[in-house]
């Protein structure tokens, strides 16, 4: 069981701890991002084209480096209170945003999947934040992410003000 509160501890090297495991929770992740990519491969099974192979690389590098993000974090810093958890869990609604935004997701619902997306940098920034405030060690590597992350995250979001790549149709 997760305490209450608990500081993000650094992960250093393999001599001075046990190997790690995923928790449940990091497993229940990795499903929902399982979902993304099962739209994305709907997508691309949809429109067998070079548009369509377009498309689906398009949208797949945004959730799979969402994903590794997470995952890089986690296995950088272990943590597992219940503040730990909440981000994850905001993370994993973004990811779901992101898998229902897919379809669409360089047409009408490009919007969506910006703002998805670009929450789930943000819960990211905040995941980074804290483990700067609690390592001072890790401090120069947590800004760096903090600040890149931020930065891609303001892109993001400028980006869901822009036209959709794919237009809808005319419907005649």
């Not at 219940?82 to 619902?109: C, K, Y």
């Amino acid at each position: 069981m997760a305490n209450f509160l608990q500081p993000p501890r650094l992960r250093i090297g393999e001599d001075t701890e046990e190997e790690r495991r995923a928790t449940w929770l990091e497993l229940f992740y990795d499903l929902v991002f399982v979902v993304a990519v099962s739209q994305l491969a709907h997508n691309l099974n949809e429109d067998i084209s070079l548009s369509g192979l377009f498309g689906f690389v398009v949208l797949f590098i945004p959730v799979w480096w969402s994903w590794i993000g997470t995952t890089f974090y986690a296995n950088r810093f272990d943590s597992d209170d219940v503040g730990h958890r909440l981000l994850i869990g905001i993370q994993m609604l973004t990811a779901a945003a992101m898998a229902i935004n897919i379809h669409h997701g360089l047409g009408e619902s490009s919007p969506g999947f910006a703002i998805s997306y670009t929450l789930g940098r943000v819960v990211l920034v905040i995941e980074y934040v804290r483990a700067g405030r609690h390592i001072p060690s890790a401090r120069p590597l947590t800004t760096r992410y903090a600040i890149g992350f931020a930065i891609a995250s303001l892109c993001w979001a400028s980006s869901s003000r822009l036209p959709p790549l794919r237009p809808q149709s005319p419907v005649g």
